[in-house]
């Protein structure tokens, strides 16, 4: 594993592996066991959109692994005023031993990759969040203890969350139902990547328009914002477009008794899901924050240690 850009290019082993050590070192750490794989090393951290878990998880993940970050917001270095992402990555690879990058354009993550000889995490583009998928595995095994055979349910836009997801349960052998409005349907590209996958493990995937159909007998359901960083000025109309796609506990009803619930967050109480789900007993969500640490902490010492 060179790079952590998307989990459509791992292997199920290196998925699996990356799920075990995040366990190791969670429970390394709760147990007050330094793990500084990562001594005098630098990440570098590209910030184009804004970030609370992201940004804090990665920073404090370095410096429990005995390294360091650099938080560069894109408007503080050249790359903000025009300077190319070829020699962005040429110098960066100069200096420091990895980089997260948060964007736009998944091409803008590709290029660094390309360019610069030294290892590039995705910390979101519009396509993917495979950080967020991975934590959000680890967070589900937590619960279920096992991962092969269970179902996640997303319901909301087909976003670079949801796409994640789609190769996250592909990778680990779990069933996905993705429920989406019209017109705001995954990527079939992603979709046609993640069956792939799931060829391999026995996954099964669902697409499609109907919310009570996706989350029926779910073991999990998951949705995320409705208007995605960058999407803020079309906010107004997807909220009439997504209505009947919110999470309320009506809905939640229809997924199994002892079933999750999980958000990435940012989350919009009285939007993609009502304060009773999300604040309620079977929200792990918070679980799912803190495991951004590990399970980043586990790409950082695979790939820089
Ligand atoms: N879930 C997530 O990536 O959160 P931030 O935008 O706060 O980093
Ligand atoms: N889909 C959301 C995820 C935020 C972590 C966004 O891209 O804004």
Redesign the pocket.
């Known amino acids: 594993m060179k790079h952590f850009i998307s989990l459509h290019d791992i292997t199920v082993d290196e998925f699996n592996s990356l799920l075990s050590l995040a366990a190791k070192l969670k429970a390394e750490q709760k147990a007050g066991k330094p793990h500084r794989i990562l001594e005098g090393k630098t990440l570098a951290m590209i910030f184009t959109k804004?970030?609370?878990?992201?940004?804090i998880s990665f920073e404090v993940g370095m410096y429990q692994l005995g390294g360091q970050a650099l938080f560069l917001s894109a408007n503080d270095i050249q790359l903000g005023r025009g300077e190319t992402i070829y020699d962005t990555a040429k110098v960066m690879s100069r200096f420091v031993d990895g980089i997260m990058i948060r964007t736009f354009a998944h091409q803008d993550v590709l290029d660094l990759a390309k360019y610069g000889s030294i290892p590039v995490i995705n910390g979101?583009t519009d396509l993917l969040?495979p950080c967020?998928a991975l934590a959000d595995l680890m967070t589900v095994y937590e619960h279920k203890g096992t991962l092969k055979g269970l179902k996640l349910s997303y319901i909301g836009d087909g976003n670079n969350v949801a796409h994640s997801l789609l190769y996250a349960c592909a990778k680990a052998g779990m069933d996905i139902s993705v429920a989406s409005p019209k017109g705001y349907e995954c990527d079939p590209e992603i979709v046609a990547n993640a069956k792939e996958d799931a060829s391999l493990t026995g996954s099964q995937i669902l697409m499609t328009n109907d919310p009570v159909e996706a989350i029926t007998n779910a073991d999990v359901v998951y949705t995320d914002t409705w208007a995605s960083m960058g999407q803020e000025s079309e906010k107004a109309e997807r909220v009439k477009i997504f209505k009947d796609y919110q999470i309320d506990s009506e809905l939640f009803s229809k997924s199994k008794p002892d079933s999750i619930f999980m958000h990435?967050?940012?989350a919009y109480r009285g939007f993609e899901m009502t304060a009773d789900v999300i604040d309620g007993e079977r929200s792990v969500v918070f679980d799912e924050a803190e495991n951004r640490l590990h399970a980043q902490k586990a790409v950082l010492a695979t790939l820089m240690g």
């Open positions: 804004s970030s609370t878990r992201t940004r979101l969040h967020q990435c967050l940012p």
